[in-house]
């Protein structure tokens, strides 16, 4: 069975950093892209990052790009994301998401499955 | 603001039919295949549709997808207490450059 762990939430103040981890298990993690998904409580879905099957590309969102970093480590089965200077509006429930295609980017792909979600807030 | 606009709530009686409606632009649902997303309260979101009217295994019968131009459907027939969940469409748009979600309609089985 596929199954995404993710890992490394917790309480922040605003502009220091957070590492996020997510192990993957149940497929061949290194044949397929991630990404980051992350949801306020209570509202929508917002795409945060994705990476190549490689890490020879990554994807931001504009709200994060400069602050956060997207990497993996195939050996471990694990995806990371790395948040520096946290602002209170990143304050979500962050997903780790396996993409259906080695690449990030494109039309033709979906999400599935969906981890159960790192909490992070973001308050002094 | 998302970047696809879905309405923010739906209802229906069990047993009846009920649609979600998903509008974008020519840049994403014109130009890409859109799936769907249900998410149980409490829960992480799981794939209900995919490629505009796919079903993965495990999912009933009873959901399917439609597109048709810059909108796309939701459609749940023989409405069950347990269909009870928020609903988001997603696609990748090729201005932004990235994958988009409608906000999401919030499903109650009256």
């Known amino acids: 069975e596929v199954h995404l762990a993710g890992s490394g939430g917790g309480v922040v103040q605003p502009g220091r950093s957070l590492r996020l981890s997510c192990e993957a298990s149940?497929?061949?993690?290194?044949?397929?892209?991630m990404h980051w998904v992350r949801q306020v409580p209570g509202k929508g879905l917002e795409w945060v990052s994705g990476?190549?099957?490689?890490?020879?590309?990554?994807g931001y969102a504009d709200s994060v790009k400069g602050r956060f970093t997207i990497s993996r480590d195939n050996a471990k089965n694990s995806l990371y994301l790395q948040m520096n200077s946290l602002r209170p509006e990143d304050t979500a429930l962050y997903y780790c998401?396996?993409?259906?295609?080695?690449?990030?980017?494109?039309?033709?792909?979906?999400?599935?499955?969906w981890g159960q979600g790192a909490r992070v807030i973001v308050s002094s | 603001q998302s970047v696809l606009t879905q309405p923010p709530s739906a209802s229906g009686t069990p047993g009846q039919r009920v649609t979600i409606s998903c509008s974008g632009s020519?840049?994403?649902?014109?130009?890409?295949?859109v799936n769907w997303y249900q998410q149980l309260p409490g829960t992480a979101p799981r794939l209900l549709i995919y490629?505009?009217?796919q079903r993965p295994s495990g999912v009933p019968g009873r959901f399917s997808g439609s597109k048709s131009g810059t909108s796309a459907s939701l459609a749940i027939r023989g409405l069950q207490s347990e269909d009870e969940a928020d609903y988001y469409c997603?696609?990748?748009?090729?201005?932004?450059?990235?994958?988009?979600f409608g906000g999401g309609t919030k499903l109650t089985v009256l």
């Open positions: 020519s840049s994403n649902i014109g130009s890409n295949t």
């Open positions: 998401v396996k993409d259906t295609s080695s690449s990030w980017s494109g039309g033709g792909h979906w999400f599935d499955p």
């Open positions: 149940g497929f061949n993690f290194g044949d397929y892209a």
């Open positions: 490629s505009d009217n």
């Open positions: 997603g696609t990748w748009d090729d201005s932004l450059i990235r994958p988009v």
């Open positions: 990476i190549t099957w490689d890490s020879h590309d990554t």
